[in-house]
Nanobody, 112 residues
């Protein structure tokens, strides 16, 4: 049974940082491409960052230079380091496995 569990969300002031984690189980994690999506209220879900099994990364233009996606195959874990957060980054962030599995989401709120 595939399971994805996110953690690390919260409330942060503009300019602050957060690190999201996604822990996977029930899969051979090291061979899977993974992604982070986000969905803000009233908006469609959008792809934020992706990392392939060979560690190739891609980012949404608006987060380039601020967010970093990474993975630790020994821990079956993916991360999203988010720096210089802005109010427009406020959203529920989801972990996604390209086989079609979603995590439950973690709320990120950027506000003073």
């Amino acid at each position: 049974q595939v399971q994805l569990v996110e953690s690390g969300g919260g409330l942060v002031q503009p300019g602050g940082s957060l690190r999201l984690s996604c822990t996977a189980s029930g899969i051979i994690f090291s061979v899977k491409a993974m992604r982070w999506y986000r969905q803000a209220p009233g908006k469609e879900r959008e792809l934020v960052a992706a990392i392939s099994a060979s560690f190739i990364t891609n980012y949404l233009d608006s987060v380039k230079g601020r967010f970093t996606i990474s993975r630790d195959n020994a821990k079956n874990r993916m991360y999203l380091q988010m720096n210089s957060l802005q109010p427009e980054d406020t959203a529920v962030y989801y972990c996604y496995l390209v086989d079609g599995y979603w995590g439950q989401g973690t709320q990120v709120t950027v506000s003073s």
